[in-house]
């Protein structure tokens, strides 16, 4: 296991070998956006997954990422990297599962963690929830602060500005060869957020609360009709919902955000598959595509 506090690195992995060399896809392990909702089990907080040929990301695994990668067919020994955004138990209460499935307790010491540095360090309000063992069972842990980039194999991966009750909060971006991803993670709108969005193809939103009734430092649909108006991606996808969203009718509010913006907006459901290739839009990134 190896720790990197550099802006930029590139990464090359061994890869095992995966099937979904075909087609890019985005999987909802689970849509949860509270505590309540979890402990209710309404929805579940797997986290998302995402494929690019080889390589496949899991983002936020928070309670139930095991069994709902089971349940939808994702096999996390395939996972590339793991991204957690901050240290929240709905974002990051899975991780070390995650990491023991995907190395088969350690029998295969591969993949890469990324995260903010509540979920990876010690701070002066928290502990690390990546314990010393599953570090070493992993090839790195990257700490990423705002602004910071990875490079693995095709993809670049960059940590977004996010204002939240944790202070080292992120987001991600993801530069993939054919289509661009945006991750907001738990954050407030702000200008600084609402630059670094722009060129997405595909805006994933954590939207807890409907209309304007945000509380916290988080996004409501308001907010969040603000975003996509702004950035104005081929698709935008809400997710990440509260007791307040659900009762409100999440898939009624994102048919509300496209026809307020034009553009398609849709509320996930957990097990939710999407062939990203599908929404390509802006000049690719990554030379060679």
């Known amino acids: 296991m190896e720790r990197t506090h550099y802006s930029t690195i590139i990464i090359f992995i061994n890869q095992p070998t995966s099937t979904n060399k075909a087609m890019a896809s985005i999987i909802f392990l689970g849509t949860a956006g509270s505590s309540a909702v979890v402990s209710k089990q309404l929805r579940s907080s797997g986290g ?11 983002i936020d ?3 139930g990422a095991l069994t709902k990668a089971k349940e939808y067919g994702i096999n996390l020994h ?12 709905n974002h990051c209460n899975d991780l070390n599962a995650v990491v023991d499935a995907m190395t088969h307790s350690g029998i295969e010491q591969h993949g890469i963690i990324l995260g903010s540095k509540s979920v990876l360090q010690h701070t002066d309000k928290s502990h690390p929830f990546l314990t010393r063992y599953h570090q070493g069972l992993v090839e790195k842990v990257i700490p990423m602060e705002k602004k910071h980039k990875v490079g693995i194999e095709l993809v670049e991966i960059n940590a ?13 971006k993801l530069f993939c060869p054919k289509f661009t991803l945006s991750y907001t993670g738990d954050t407030i709108i702000t200008p600084a957020l609402m630059e670094e969005l722009k060129g997405s193809d595909i805006l994933i939103l954590n939207v807890p609360y409907p209309g304007n009734k945000a509380m916290g430092q988080n996004l409501d649909t308001e907010s969040a009709t603000k975003i996509i108006a702004h950035v104005r991606p081929r698709l935008a996808v809400m997710t990440h919902f509260g007791l307040d969203m659900l009762r409100a009718d999440h898939f ?31 000049i690719n990134p990554v030379k060679g595509y």
């Open 48 to 58: 998302i997954i995402i494929q690019i040929e080889d390589l496949q990301f899991h």
């Open 61 to 63: 695994p928070g309670p």
């Open 78 to 89: 395939h996972n590339t990297a793991i991204l957690v955004s901050h240290n929240h138990l």
């Open 160 to 172: 977004l500005p996010a204002e939240h009750s944790d202070p080292t909060a992120i987001g991600f």
């Open 252 to 282: 009624q509010e994102a048919r509300e955000m496209q026809r307020m913006t034009g553009v398609e907006t849709i509320a996930a459901r957990d097990g939710l598959m999407l062939a990203a290739e599908n929404y390509r839009q802006h």
